[in-house]
């Protein structure tokens, strides 16, 4: 048998239990709550042998373990070695010592036979490496954290990310380079020092922090006029296409640049303030957009209860990039380190740039609503308008000129398809209510959705690994990449509403063959006790398996013992959990990615579900129309995934984990329009609201698409 056949089962879909997959968090939690009574006990016991801080930082978080999983190093562990090897990247932290490198290797980070004691060991390893980065951090700033008590809120708010977030600013401090140059920034610049420190701490005081990394020098204008820094920044803000023309920094651009060169410092000093603000407000919209984060957070809590979106803050700022850039002398290099380095964000940008001339030519005439249009359908009034609307878009190309406008023909077919599969939708030429609803955004709407994607790539986790993989929720699609190119993608199935699937970065550490699925307490109580009590075979016939505990190694029970009929709203005290095969809910892989949101990727015994094209129904993990072919792939970039062998391993049924060499960056990114590999844009229905959210949270509600 080969992985083929074991589709084919796979599709015949034995199993009589239903197969849907609901958040395993619970379980995960409880599965590993006894571990972590003992690792607490241990921990506690053997804190008294380290540092004073560290003793204190336990202390204060009630000696719970922190890096530690029963299987794995937890997301937290993940996250503090990722922060630090890009950081070590940029040429930092060159004082952290053996500990850092030691960790890095993580196919030694953890071995599930080491003794408890061994654990815990590695466990403060961990801690000892986190005080060391965080105290080298924020060593003599004013900083509202400690070493423990930034810990002690990243527990609160589930993730350390959420904890490095918080003391961003100080982690742009550290990251900030020195100037270099001993000579002046811009030579006949003397005597605007002290009127730009005065102007600094009175008028203009949130350039202070900027101009004393600059010693107070001018940057932007001397005595002898503007300096190639501010040539520089004004050509960026004209062809900047993403600012809004109507906006505060454009107008301010334009007011600057058509300024009349003063004569007297006093003047000069204003100029170069004015100008230095500019750069800074720039800067501010290049690294950070336009989206209202706190705001979004806020409303996203209040309208969707199970939903989430982490953001990795930027460990940059205006300041930062300025000092660089004077370093090198010019600041094209600043402009470009702002950007995400995405093959999607400079692409959308030509996107971009097209929609906008559409719509300074005048866009599109709304249609009117219509019956639906069926293929080699004639003399339909509408079918004039929809060649029009399809043509201006650029769907309905190349085609000779029609003698009936009204006449459904083969090349209006093929726009109609066109545009519908750019849309996410069925591409069968039927112009039914989704395609009509699709042909009733205007150029204007379009434009905007654009540039808020733009704004959402600029929270992206900035990475620069090879590989990366992303699940791109709207699109239903996943994506592998080396570096810039793509090299795999696949239909994938999402959570639905109200129980949607996590935006958040991640890597992917192990895979998972023949996995068990650990039921939990709702399909228990409502579908299988009922089943239970009229068949008590019913356990024996769908292959699930009665343990005392999660895992799989605790002492099985008999079910055809147990008195299921005392049992209703009353759970019974065993774990059910289904055995590997083809009518397992997981299918016969998965990929972890140790995560707060317990979501991850799996194979599917509802393989039919795929023929859909809207496929949000999971309860927030990812379902994936082609497990193995990602097997496949995952064997080429990493030596410790044998496909051969795994081909062999999923003839049977026998849990086999492999634990990878090297993890693999994921994303699981929310992008309603983006453009694929053929150059060609394409959008997706907003399946959760976020566009609408985002949007309602922008700093400068003006939504321009002028062009001049």
């Known amino acids: 048998m080969n992985i083929k056949i074991i589709v084919l089962a796979i599709l015949v879909n034995l199993a009589s239990l239903p197969a849907k997959v609901i958040e395993y968090q619970e379980i995960y939690q409880k599965d590993n709550s006894v571990f972590k009574e003992a690792m607490h006990m241990q921990i506690k016991s053997e804190v008294k042998k380290h540092t004073k801080e560290i003793q204190d930082l336990y202390a204060h978080i009630g000696y719970q373990p922190i890096w530690i999983d029963k299987d794995q190093i937890t997301h937290d562990a993940g996250v503090l070695l990722d922060e630090i090897k890009l950081d070590k990247n940029r040429g930092l932290f060159s004082s952290l010592d053996k500990t850092y490198e030691t960790l890095l290797k993580e196919e030694q980070l953890f071995d599930p036979a080491q003794t408890l004691k061994e654990k815990v060991a590695l466990e403060f390893r961990f801690t000892q490496l986190y005080t060391k980065y965080i105290d080298a951090i924020i060593e003599g700033k004013k900083c509202d954290y400690t070493a423990a008590t930034l810990i002690a809120y990243s ?22 380079p020195e100037l270099r140059s001993k000579d002046r920034i811009l030579k006949e610049s003397k005597g605007l020092d002290e009127g730009i420190k005065t102007k600094c701490q009175t008028t203009y005081k949130t350039l202070d922090e900027m101009y004393k990394l600059l010693g107070h020098q001018p940057v932007w204008v001397g005595q002898s006029g503007i300096s190639t820094y501010t ?71 209040h309208n969707h209860r199970n939903a989430a979106w982490v953001t990795h803050d930027v460990v940059a700022s205006p300041e930062s990039l300025l000092v660089a850039a004077i370093n090198e002398g010019s600041l094209v290099d600043a402009f470009e380190k702002a950007k995400p380095q995405l093959l999607w964000y400079e692409a959308l940008l ?12 005048g866009g599109w005439e709304s249609l009117p609503v219509f019956e639906t249009i069926k293929p080699e359908e004639s003399n339909n009034s509408m079918l004039p308008l929809i060649r029009e609307r399809l043509s201006i878009e650029g769907d309905y190309i190349n085609c000779p000129e029609t003698t009936d406008a009204t006449d459904y023909d083969a090349c209006l077919l093929d726009a109609v398809k066109t545009f519908q599969k750019r849309h996410g939708l069925a591409a069968d030429g039927y112009i039914g209510k989704l395609t009509q609803k699709a042909l009733s955004q205007s150029a204007e709407e379009k434009v905007a959705q654009i540039k808020l994607n733009i704004n959402r790539m600029k929270w992206l986790k900035r990475d620069s690994e090879r590989y990366r993989i992303f699940v791109n929720i709207p699109a239903f699609r996943m994506y592998v990449f080396d570096k810039q190119k793509q090299i795999q993608s696949m239909k994938v199935i999402v959570g639905k509403k109200r129980h949607e699937t996590p935006v958040f970065y991640n890597r992917v550490r192990s895979i998972v063959l023949n996995p068990y699925w650990r039921i939990p307490r709702s399909i228990i109580r409502n579908e299988l006790v009922p089943k239970l009590k009229k068949n008590r075979h019913y356990l024996i016939k769908n292959h699930i398996e009665l343990h005392t505990g999660y895992s799989e190694h605790s002492p099985r029970v008999n079910s055809l013992k147990v008195n299921w009929h005392k049992y209703g709203r ?7 959990m289904q055995s590997p095969g083809v009518t397992n809910a997981l299918g016969k892989v998965k990929y972890l990615f140790p ?21 949000a129904f999971s309860h927030g993990c990812v379902r994936l129309d082609k497990p193995f072919k990602l097997l496949e792939t995952f064997s080429t970039i990493d030596a410790k995934v044998d496909f051969q062998k795994a081909e062999k391993i999923l003839e049977h049924n026998r849990k086999t984990p492999i634990r990878l060499a ?27 609201g976020y566009d609408k959210l985002h949007l309602s949270t922008y700093k400068t509600k003006s939504v321009s698409t002028s062009t001049d």
């Open 350 to 361: 030509t996107a971009l740039k097209k929609y906008q001339k559409i719509t300074a030519n």
């Open 595 to 615: 995560n707060k949101f317990a979501v991850y990727m799996h194979d599917t015994n509802a393989k039919s579900l795929f023929k859909k094209d809207i496929r």
């Open 231 to 301: 040539t520089e920044l004004f050509r960026e803000i004209k062809e900047d296409i993403t600012l809004d023309k109507n906006g505060k920094v454009y107008k301010e651009y334009q007011t600057l640049f058509a300024f009349e060169m003063p004569k007297e410092n006093k003047k000069i000093v204003e100029y170069e303030l004015k100008i230095a603000k500019l750069y800074k407000r720039y800067m501010e919209h290049l690294l950070y957009g336009e989206i209202n984060w706190k705001k979004f957070q806020r409303d996203l809590k």
């Open 570 to 576: 009353k759970l019974p005290p065993y774990k059910f």
């Open 155 to 176: 527990l609160e708010k589930g993730s350390l990310v959420d904890g490095l977030n918080a003391i961003v600013k100080e982690r742009v401090t550290y990251a900030t």
């Open 662 to 688: 090297k993890s693999i960056p994921i994303d699981m990114v929310y992008l309603t329009t983006w453009v694929n590999t053929e150059g060609t844009i394409e959008f997706r229905d907003d399946i959760y």
